[in-house]
């Protein structure tokens, strides 16, 4: 008999926090997804908790098996209700994230229409263009990488560049694609609030937007990757780009954000990327590419890191149309000797 109780503790033990996690699970998608006003969406989460608290207190009583059934039956009608949530193709989207970049390929000549090259004075006031370009593949040269520091030292923005022989630079970045009343939330944004945009721009728009307006903390890293493999990268992202405007998909805090997105096309461009911690906490990025040694490593990473800081710079070259060669100024790169003059403070 005493062993019968204390395999039914402990099983209920192994059970719980597997019935806790689902419990949040629903209990969030409800409460940010449920159709209806707040009021709805409040009482179909609570209603959602106090089953799952019921089912959990009911594993240490006889009445567990009624409980887990009512909890299944609950958890399978919310699951069944998220699957029919499909990432919208139009909306009132925010002014930034209004288009999503597309682009075709004719031998060497790359067009892509909608690049962003807005001009900010604030986040609130801009003269908004969208652009049709086009670049030459032979003339591709490099792969750099942005990391904008918004929220402590684990977490940052991250867009790549590519960079071309006469100087010019393509950024790519991947952002959530707000509507005009919506507003950012890590924890609701793992909850199919809103959808993922690819964004190219000019880096006098995404990069000054985050030094130089936003006032975030700023970082660029210069990648050893051969011209070839920054080709196919490139092509990844205007297929990838080209996808999302025919069949949207959701953003995701967690599985589909900005650092994920670009692991995946990495992947998908035949690149190695050993999964690591660091592909999720992204603010820590420049020592998972320090030991790669896909950055330079004839310096330690600490001076790699605080040479990487552009904001100064960036806020020098402020409007100038160098602004891209500005903020290179003494960052390491592979291709070259690393310049020796100090870095920003």
């Known amino acids: 008999m005493i062993g019968r109780v204390a395999a039914t503790v402990l099983l209920a033990c192994v059970a719980l926090p597997i019935l806790a996690l689902l419990t949040a699970w629903a209990t969030l998608a409800l409460w940010f997804r449920f159709p209806g006003p707040e009021a709805a969406r409040a009482a ?102 942005f990391l904008s520091y918004w929220s402590g030292p684990a977490i940052a923005h991250l867009i790549m560049s590519f960079g071309f022989a006469d100087g010019d630079y393509l950024a790519w970045s991947i952002e959530v694609r707000r509507e005009k009343t919506g507003v950012y939330s890590p924890v609701a944004d793992a909850f199919k609030s809103h959808t993922i945009v690819y964004l ?17 903390d ?59 911690w660091r592909l999720i906490l992204n603010g820590y990025l420049p020592g998972y590419l320090y030991d790669r040694k896909a950055v330079v490593t004839d310096i330690p990473l600490q001076e790699l890191i605080a040479r990487a800081r552009i904001d100064e710079h960036a806020r020098a070259a402020d409007y100038s149309p160098d602004f891209s060669r500005i903020i290179r100024i003494g960052v390491p790169s592979p291709w070259e000797p690393a310049k020796l003059e100090p870095p920003p403070k």
Request: proline letters at 4%; one cysteine or more.
């Open 44 to 145: 179909a989460a609570t209603l959602m908790a106090l089953i799952g608290l019921a089912a959990a207190v009911a594993l240490f009583t006889r009445k567990r098996l009624i409980g887990t059934a009512v909890f299944a039956i609950a958890f399978a009608g919310v699951v069944a209700w998220w699957s029919t949530i499909m990432p919208p193709l139009d909306g009132d989207w925010a002014p930034d994230v209004a288009k999503q970049t597309t682009g075709a390929v004719e031998g060497d000549t790359l067009t892509l229409s909608a690049v962003r090259d807005f001009d900010w004075r604030s986040e609130k006031d801009f003269t908004p263009r969208w652009e049709t370009r086009s670049y030459d593949l032979s003339k591709l040269r490099t792969l750099d990488l």
């Open 218 to 276: 700023v970082r660029l890293y210069r990648l050893r990757v051969p011209p070839n493999q920054v080709r196919v990268l490139l092509l990844q992202y205007v297929d990838e780009a080209d996808a999302l405007a025919k069949h949207p998909a959701f953003y995701n805090s967690i599985t589909t954000n900005c650092t994920t997105a670009v692991a995946k096309l990495i992947w998908a461009a035949g690149g190695t990327l050993p999964l690591d």
């Open 200 to 216: 190219a721009t000019t880096e006098r728009d995404s990069v000054r937007l985050r030094s130089n307006v936003r006032g975030e």
